[in-house]
């Protein structure tokens, strides 16, 4: 129903629009930067490196915030510089600065190549990097058909204060944000495996969250527009998400969860939509198969996983059922994980994690490869090679990680229809999963109760608690084709010193039985 | 350009900024310096950086209207085209009726908050560092996985009205986590502070991890329910910086806070917590050295929020603060709650049955009407039986809000830094908190992760 409604209204938004045309134009290497590129390189080999790689990027990020009518933030950066990262003594190095001249290349090579020998003394076993084709000149950009960098900020303020008049039209919405947020990256990569590619990555974020007030009783809630994703797209993308048109619906919603009811602890079959599910995916199946925190690598923040040690997991450990298959990509166009290369300049492949409901791979760099290949006989990278910036250093990072729709034709109407004693979830809400990915907890953005096959009313104050295996072995029906969807998140976390990353989650709508809920209302009451 | 900027090469940096301004008004924010980190994890290190960097924010105005644009190109083109595009951006931008006038000059107490063993923290002293973890841990057949982080560098902050303020500053974090080869057991140890050599030493901490390490390889599992808890301070210090955080002025006179109160208003001098607790910011505190200016330069003083359990600040941005009236008050980069004299270990001593807490992870708001978190303990959690440790327990998950946790205070230890960030490097607040004693601390379930 308000999934529905939604894709209408953004179809119709988007068909209002004129978009200029545009030719993607293939992004441009620049002479001098190609040069500099191939003096650290140089630099860094004459040292003593066995290895370098280096990147150069120049990020736009722009943002734009509203609160009722008027801006709270409207801010535009550019960071610029340059990373050269070194294997010496078998041991990584890595060292940037943000001056790309002749001189500070060759500075910061040797410099990365000196930490390297240092770090080498405090190693064990030296690094080797899974072999990679060359590639001579390659060119990668994402799929947008307008830059949001060309669009007047004052269409962009204009488009967040209609979206906040609508809410607020709604009695009893009395507060409303709104934001716009786009990343434009472009990135020069060589490695001295006789990789130059360059790319242009976009990434966009529309938002908008609406909060009612009871005073006289002192409660409040709020909707935000959970069904807008985070995408690897342009202003296009602001246009077809329409929070204008949608806003009305979000603040209703938000005053009609003020006097909800509040939901009765115990089990319940969920059924949850794809914009709720991607980030259920994202942390109780996507973190786990990462196969640095398996190895142990992420153990003093991110965690490990509990999907370990792999010989114990590939092919042996039972996730879900039959029809679960968990895809890792870097392809879907419009994805936030997208990319021609990855930043070990492997191009990703697309590939099976969970098969029929068994684990059967996980995320890897080069410099991960070695350790699986006895296992999974592959040799090659999978391409999930991510640093936030040019002044970070890159290491493993998710790729797109889906659950792949089902072979039948099933809705999410199908699925309510199906279900006797349930809820059924929308958007996502609060989340906290343990450093192993074995427990979680999840809130979400509107409930409604689900009783005979019918939706007979609005709940508050669920969230559904889980172990992981027991959770997706729980899962009896999935949608289909037809209901897949992509969701995704601006801003996960990772790494030490943290780093953040974009990835979209496509998932069909899917249903879990008898899963345990709780009333965080009443201070996380147990079912 | 020297790794960070001195204060007359940050004061010439912001001239030659706000010389090419147009603008009614312009603000320059400066920032420079060095961040270095060296991980490990299985024994050895894994991967190191270190990057150099120095970057503008400038914002202009016309009247109400105001834009920012950031740039790390400082030569006098790049610092042309951030003011020209900010300009651009704020005439374009509608007004901003809650924009204040640029702050005028101040002379501004410095806050010596720069360390020289800091800076000098390079590839070489952090392996050092690295290898007193990873041998001791090795000695003991046990894993070690950590970070040793430090940044030094300089900030400024100046305007066309004549203000400039300079705060130079290190920080250094080590933390580190010890398992057991087979993944039952897990320990974790941690200190921050400006100075490294204030911060807790690395061998030190390897042993307290190797400790934990040690003492959890067969936790029992317990029963969730409410369990009266020795927060260590670390887990204490991951709880109070919710409730330092929500000590928001606007959010609770506008309805939208657990401050809040029925029928409009905040709750300033009332009682919220039990009357021990005091929670303070002072960037002058030798544990804290944090800025003495807000991001647009503004003084920050000392200030006590919560004194013997009364409400007696709310944080007020200056709009806010004009707007009811009052003194604009910023809070700090840190806190600190006052304790007492009581060690952990005395702590523990007076515990008949209860569980000893290292410290909480992957915490995120339930409710923000009641401050209700959830989140889970972990790296050692373990029952205290007749004062005295016994044994290690389960982690578990807890539904809990540092309010609720300050009014079941049992007692207050002595307080310390600790490292406060989830993540466990620089980033996040100063933090010094005692240890505590609380009862009928919320555990909802049961959690098998290690």
Known sequence: MDRRDFVKTAGAAAAAVTLPPRVAPAPQADASVRDLCLRALNAAQSAGASYADVRVARTRTQAVSTREQQITALSDGETFGFGVRVLAGGAWGFAASRELTAREVERVARFAVAQAQANSRALRRPVTLAPTPPVKDGRWRSPIEADPFDVPIEEKVALLLRA????????????????????????????????????????CLPQLTVTAVDSARGGFESRNSAEVAPMGLGWEWVLKAD?????????????????????????????????????????????????????????????????????????????????????????????????????????????????????????????????????TGRTRSHGCSYAESWADVQFQRMPNVSLLPGERDLTLDDLIAATDNGIYIVGRGSYSIDQQRYNFQFGGQAFYEVKGGKITGMLKDVAYQARTTDFWNAMDMIGGKRSYQMNGTFSDGKGQPGQSNAVSHGCPPARFKGINVLNTGRGGDRG | ??????????????????????????????????????????????????????????????????????????????????????????????????????????????????????????????????????????????????????????????????????????????????????????????????????????????????????????????EPGKYTVVLEPTAAGNLLGLLAFALNARAADEGRSFFSKRGGGNRIGETVVDPRVTLASDPQDPDLLTSPYTGEGLPVARTVWIENGILKHLAYDRFWAEKQGV????????????????????????????????????????????????????????????????????????????????????????????????????????????????????????????
């Open chain 1, 164 to 203: 906040n008049a609508e809410a607020l039209k709604v009695q009893g919405a009395r507060f409303v944000n709104s934001s716009l947020a786009f990343v434009r990256d472009e990135k020069t990569y060589a490695s001295t495996d006789d990789v130059f590619t360059v790319q242009q990555i976009y990434r």
């Open chain 1, 243 to 375: 929070l204008p048109g949608n806003a009305a619906r979000w603040a209703e919603e938000a005053v009609k969860k003020l006097t909800a009811k509040s939901v009765e602890p115990g089990r319940y079959d969920l059924i949850l939509e794809p914009h709720h599910l991607f980030l259920t995916i994202h942390e109780s199946i996507a973190h786990p198969t990462e196969l640095d925190r398996a190895l142990g690598f992420e153990a003093n923040y991110a965690g490990t996983s509990f999907a370990a040690p792999p010989e114990q997991v590939l092919g042996k450990l039972r996730y879900g059922p039959e029809f679960m298959n968990i895809q890792g990509d870097r392809s879907q166009p419009g994805s936030l994980s997208a990319c021609g290369w990855d930043d070990d300049g492997v191009a990703p492949e697309t590939y099976l994690i969970i098969k029929d409901g068994v684990v059967v791979d996980y995320q890897t760099t080069r410099d991960q490869v070695a350790w699986l290949t006895p296992l």
């Open chain 2, 1 to 222: 350009m020297a790794e960070w900027l001195s204060r007359a090469e940050a004061r010439q940096l912001a001239e030659r900024t706000l010389g090419f301004s147009k603008s009614d008004g312009c603000q320059v924010t400066i920032s420079s310096g060095v961040n270095g980190n060296t991980r490990y994890a299985r024994n050895e290190v894994t991967t190191a950086g270190d990057t150099v960097n120095a970057g503008v924010t400038v914002t202009s105005r016309f009247g109400k209207r105001a834009a920012s644009v950031s740039t790390n190109l400082l030569d006098d083109a790049g610092l042309r085209r951030a003011v020209e595009a900010s300009e651009r951006l704020a005439r374009l931008a509608p007004e901003n009726p809650e924009l204040m006038p640029l702050l005028p000059a101040h002379v501004y107490t410095a806050v010596p908050a720069f360390s020289g063993a800091t800076a000098d923290l390079d590839a070489a002293r952090r392996a050092a560092a690295v290898q007193a973890v990873t041998g001791a841990a090795d000695r003991a057949g046990l894993v070690a996985a950590g970070l040793v982080h430090r940044v030094a560098g300089a900030g400024a902050v100046a305007n066309s009205a004549g203000l400039f303020a300079y705060h130079a500053s290190t920080t250094a974090v080590h933390t580190l986590t010890v398992r057991t080869a087979d993944g039952k057991g897990s320990g974790w140890a941690g200190t921050a502070h400006n100075d490294w050599g204030r911060a807790t030493g690395a061998a030190a901490l390897a042993e307290r991890a190797v400790r934990k390490a040690q003492g959890t390889r067969e936790p029992a599992t317990l």
């Open chain 2, 327 to 450: 003194a604009p008050t910023p809070f700090a980069g840190g806190f600190r709650v006052m304790g007492g004299t009581a060690t952990l270990d005395e702590l523990v001593a007076g515990v008949d049955r209860g569980l000893l807490v290292t410290r909480f992870w992957y915490i995120r708001p339930v409710d923000q009407r009641t401050l209700l978190y959830t989140g889970i303990t972990r790296d050692g959690v373990f029952l205290i039986e007749r004062g005295k440790v016994t044994g290690a327990v389960r982690n578990f998950r807890f539904n809990e809000s540092p309010v609720v946790m300050l009014n079941n205070l049992v007692a207050l230890g002595r307080p310390e830094r600790i490292s406060a960030s989830e993540s466990g490097d620089v980033g996040g607040a100063a933090v010094v908190v005692p240890p505590l004693v609380v009862r009928d601390f919320s555990f909802t379930s049961v959690s098998e992760a290690v």
